[in-house]
């Protein structure tokens, strides 16, 4: 068996990879390579070779934050088969590129199941457990839509359902939008859900939405109400699913955000997608997490929640506890 890492230039050969290995994983997506590209930000893509023929995936952004540089595998690697040679060739690879770029840990986010043996398994690579937040969706909430509409409409909390028919019954209006445009209307509505909800905004929203819109991957959703925008939402298309992404609304009674969900699922649906994913939610065991309202609000739509393993650090550099420390201080005031 002979394996060899290269980088990898093909956005064909890549998502086709992807999506047959791993169909969630956005961040492991091509086009959102050239979001990080785009922004500036240092990243690379690599394909796992074993006797010339590709068995795994896995892009690699570089992050200098304040708390420290590290290198971060976001829903990677990706691999054919689990097999215990190809992890041992990409920690090696991810190791040694790490100390070429003075990072002081490397962070993986892996779509695999939040299993014992799986825990086990990187530990055994010298993984723990990052002290960050769950992030990048390894606990999220997905929707089959591959229903009717009044299939979907009874798989629904009866106040969601009641919800989506009083905005309909008010005359809130959907309109769907790919120009860029009309992102200064979801920022302005994204900077009021920030202050009220306390959270960072994301970085690279506007990025995101032109390089997905341009391959008519990404759709913007505005919910009106007499002239007013009350809601929004950016939703991406990826493979055979939505991935809500991005949501913004006003603190109001009437219900436009959830008019603005219904309407993306039906426009999923119209588009082929098998599934509607709604992103991350709060633990069930964390009744005063930050994402609770928002969780709650998602899962009233039906579906299904995935578990995936929570992301895992390699340190590098004895600077790391140092990095571990911070994220640990600012999970705990934040109330993750």
């Not at 002979?2 to 093909?10: G, H, K």
């Not at 896995?58 to 420290?68: M, T």
């Not at 086990?120 to 009717?148: R, S, Y």
């Not at 309109?175 to 302005?188: E, I, M, N, V």
Request: net charge positive; aromatic share 14%; with cysteine.
């Amino acid at each position: 068996m002979n394996l060899a890492i290269t980088e990898m230039t093909s956005a064909k050969n890549w998502d086709d990879f992807v999506l047959q290995y791993a169909p969630s994983a956005l961040f492991q997506s091509w086009l959102w390579g050239e979001v990080q590209i785009k922004m500036g930000q240092k990243f690379w893509r690599f394909g796992l070779y074993e006797d010339g023929k590709l068995v795994g995936v896995f892009a690699v952004l570089k992050v200098s934050a304040r708390r420290g540089i590290f290198l971060h595998v976001r829903h990677g690697p990706i691999f054919s088969e689990q097999k215990q040679a190809y992890w041992e060739e990409f920690f090696q690879f991810v190791k040694d590129l790490a100390k070429k770029e003075s990072a002081w840990f490397v962070r993986i986010s892996p779509l695999i199941d939040d299993s014992d043996e799986n825990h086990l398994f990187l530990k055994n690579f010298g993984m723990q457990p990052a002290a960050i937040h769950a992030m990048d969706a390894e606990l999220c909430w997905v929707l089959d839509i591959q229903k009717t509409k009044e299939e979907l409409l009874a798989g629904m909390r009866k106040t969601t359902r009641y919800e989506i028919r009083q905005a309909e019954k008010l005359g809130v209006k959907v309109t769907h939008s790919t120009d860029t445009k009309d992102l200064a209307s979801f920022f302005r509505l994204y900077q009021a859900t920030s202050t009220r909800q306390g959270f960072v905004p994301h970085q690279g929203i506007r990025e995101e939405f032109e390089i997905y819109a341009l391959q008519k991957k990404a759709l913007l959703l505005l919910g009106q109400y007499e002239g007013k925008i009350l809601a929004g939402a950016v939703i991406l298309f990826y493979g055979n699913q939505a991935f809500y992404h991005h949501g913004a609304s006003l603190a109001t009674k009437i219900p436009a955000s959830y008019l603005v969900q219904w309407e993306a699922i039906v426009e999923a649906q119209k588009r082929g997608m098998k599934v509607y994913n709604f992103w991350g939610i709060a633990p069930e065991n964390k009744p005063n997490h930050p994402w609770r309202g928002i969780t709650l609000f998602k899962k009233g739509f039906g579906g299904r929640e995935i578990k995936y393993i929570h992301a895992h650090d390699l340190p590098i550099s004895p600077w790391y506890p140092l990095s571990r420390s911070v994220e640990t201080i600012r999970r705990i005031r934040k109330g993750y």
